[in-house]
């Protein structure tokens, strides 16, 4: 496996970066509490969700935890703020924060896409047809029009929230800090995220910037930022912007074969059906989405943050061949009989082959996305374990099976928005 790190940032401190940016994930599939009042909803879901959420990540951030062993102790000092999103949506957590410390080193933790979560799907991730102004979050209005793609600035505007507990926003956890911090006493603030975090983070980072005066107004914090396999937030003129407010101080990390940070560019996404060529031959599903991808994104010129950036060299990893008695067989049949009523309703002819190689073409997706950072980055293979096994956790804070009513419903959804790719907030 070929390794090529970026060169302004050393290895160890990306995957400090990545392993304090992934913890904040740990709340994705986890269904939002029942309530006896009303059935299927908590009487303050988001509360709970944060709670469970906040145990999770003090277990792996604990002083004897093989993580804590392999990057140093660090401990949560804010959040984390989880947010849900308006009925439908609301089932599942959309977009989630937290801060954690080590000395005068802060790092924000921004978390990706929820799997099960439709409005990280439907809108944070695809809604990229339009494009917002960054004028509203700059401290000078832009000379050229710098703009995000809508689905980005609904996930910065949830991220810039008050917490509904607390009252409190990331900004405000800031102003507070650096109020009580002594004259001359710099601090560190780096944020990070992967996938949607990966696209996020960079955003926040400069949203953070371009008001630096109004919570840091002695100028005592250097803002940072490490991005894992994210998405194009912006067009050509936000990414230049970006470059001169915080490029130096901003490495990008992406995977030659991870399909995401392949989006929203239309000479990257031609490239996504031919990417696991050796393994997957393409087939007109995958075109299908690609074409669709690039419909959505032409003539809106986006480009990555620290785009000149080279990948890390991927290598195709095994697909596991499930035997059919398995609960992975179980959710593949689930997801096979979606595909097939929604394209039966969109009078699309594929056969079970092209719907197979889709599906193997998704985990082969979902590898690259995920756990082959964690080789690319070098993690030790007991440290990997440790972060993604749910057993590591103490019982009564493991995850809960996957629903298999939403996995229907993020398939048919994701379908549906194909044919109709017009949404709403």
Same mark, same amino acid.
């Given at each position: 496996?070929?390794?090529?790190?970026?060169?302004?940032?050393?290895?160890?401190?990306?995957?400090?970066?990545?392993?304090?940016?992934?913890?904040?994930?740990?709340?994705?599939?986890?269904?939002? &509490?029942?309530?006896?009042?009303?059935?299927?909803?908590?009487?303050?879901?988001?509360? /709970? @969700?944060?709670? @469970?959420?906040?145990?999770?990540? !003090?277990?792996?951030?604990?002083?004897?935890?093989?993580?804590?062993?392999?990057?140093?102790?660090?401990?949560?000092?804010?959040?984390?703020?989880?947010?849900?999103?308006? &009925?439908?949506?609301?089932?599942?957590?959309?977009?989630?924060?937290?801060?954690?410390?080590?000395?005068?080193?802060?790092?924000?933790?921004?978390?990706?896409?929820?799997?099960?979560?439709?409005?990280?799907?439907?809108?944070?991730?695809?809604?990229?047809?339009?494009?917002? +102004?960054? =004028?509203?979050?700059?401290?000078?209005?832009?000379?050229?029009?710098?703009?995000?793609?809508?689905?980005? %600035?609904?996930?910065?505007?949830?991220?810039?929230?008050?917490?509904?507990?607390?009252?409190?926003?990331?900004?405000?956890?800031?102003?507070?800090?650096?109020? /009580?911090?002594?004259?001359?006493?710099?601090?560190?603030?780096?944020?990070?995220?992967?996938?949607?975090?990966?696209?996020?983070?960079?955003?926040?980072?400069?949203?953070?910037?371009?008001? %630096?005066?109004?919570?840091?107004?002695?100028?005592?914090?250097?803002?940072?930022?490490?991005?894992?396999?994210?998405?194009?937030?912006?067009?050509?003129?936000?990414?230049?912007?970006?470059?001169?407010?915080?490029?130096?101080?901003?490495?990008?990390?992406?995977?030659?074969? !991870?399909?995401?940070?392949?989006?929203?560019? &239309?000479?990257?996404?031609?490239?996504?059906?031919?990417?696991? /060529?050796?393994?997957?031959?393409?087939?007109?599903?995958?075109?299908?989405?690609?074409?669709?991808?690039?419909?959505?994104?032409?003539?809106? $010129?986006?480009?990555?943050?620290?785009?000149?950036? &080279?990948?890390?060299?991927?290598?195709?990893?095994?697909?596991?061949?499930?035997?059919?008695?398995?609960?992975?067989?179980?959710?593949?049949?689930?997801?096979?009989?979606?595909?097939?009523?929604?394209?039966?309703?969109?009078?699309?002819?594929?056969? !079970?082959? +092209?719907?197979?190689?889709?599906?193997?073409?998704?985990?082969?997706? %979902?590898?690259?996305?995920?756990?082959?950072?964690?080789?690319?980055?070098?993690?030790?293979?007991?440290?990997?374990?440790?972060?993604?096994?749910?057993?590591?956790?103490?019982?009564?804070?493991?995850?809960?099976?996957?629903?298999?009513? =939403?996995?229907?419903?993020?398939?048919?959804?994701?379908?549906? $928005?194909? =044919?109709?790719?017009?949404?709403? /907030?």
């Amino acid at each position: 496996m070929v390794t090529t790190t970026a060169p302004n940032l050393a290895l160890f401190e990306k995957q400090k970066a990545w392993a304090l940016g992934w913890i904040i994930n740990l709340i994705a599939g986890e269904l939002v &509490p029942p309530s006896d009042d009303e059935p299927g909803i908590s009487p303050n879901p988001a509360q /709970e @969700l944060e709670d @469970l959420l906040a145990q999770r990540i !003090d277990f792996y951030l604990g002083q004897d935890s093989k993580l804590t062993q392999f990057i140093g102790g660090w401990k949560r000092v804010w959040g984390p703020f989880v947010y849900l999103a308006r &009925p439908p949506f609301n089932k599942y957590a959309t977009n989630a924060i937290y801060v954690a410390q080590q000395g005068n080193k802060y790092v924000v933790g921004v978390a990706g896409t929820n799997p099960k979560s439709l409005q990280n799907w439907l809108i944070e991730d695809l809604y990229v047809s339009v494009l917002a +102004d960054w =004028a509203e979050y700059a401290d000078i209005k832009p000379d050229f029009p710098a703009k995000i793609s809508m689905g980005t %600035k609904i996930g910065l505007d949830n991220l810039l929230r008050p917490h509904p507990g607390s009252s409190t926003t990331i900004v405000d956890f800031f102003k507070n800090l650096l109020a /009580e911090t002594q004259a001359g006493e710099k601090i560190e603030i780096l944020v990070t995220g992967a996938s949607l975090g990966g696209a996020l983070s960079p955003v926040l980072a400069l949203a953070l910037h371009e008001k %630096k005066s109004t919570w840091d107004p002695k100028n005592q914090a250097t803002l940072k930022v490490v991005t894992f396999a994210g998405p194009t937030p912006g067009n050509y003129y936000f990414a230049e912007r970006y470059r001169l407010k915080l490029g130096n101080n901003t490495t990008r990390v992406w995977n030659s074969l !991870d399909i995401v940070p392949h989006a929203w560019k &239309p000479e990257l996404l031609s490239q996504i059906p031919s990417l696991y /060529e050796a393994q997957i031959p393409s087939n007109p599903l995958i075109e299908k989405f690609v074409k669709i991808g690039q419909l959505l994104s032409v003539g809106r $010129y986006y480009t990555h943050v620290e785009r000149l950036t &080279p990948a890390l060299e991927g290598t195709l990893r095994p697909i596991e061949q499930t035997p059919e008695t398995s609960s992975k067989q179980v959710e593949l049949d689930v997801q096979l009989s979606a595909l097939k009523s929604a394209l039966a309703t969109e009078n699309v002819s594929v056969s !079970d082959i +092209d719907i197979k190689g889709l599906l193997q073409f998704l985990a082969q997706a %979902k590898q690259q996305h995920i756990d082959a950072y964690f080789d690319l980055l070098e993690f030790p293979s007991e440290v990997t374990k440790f972060i993604i096994n749910s057993e590591q956790l103490p019982p009564d804070l493991r995850f809960q099976e996957a629903d298999q009513e =939403a996995i229907e419903s993020v398939v048919s959804k994701l379908l549906e $928005y194909s =044919a109709n790719p017009d949404v709403d /907030e």
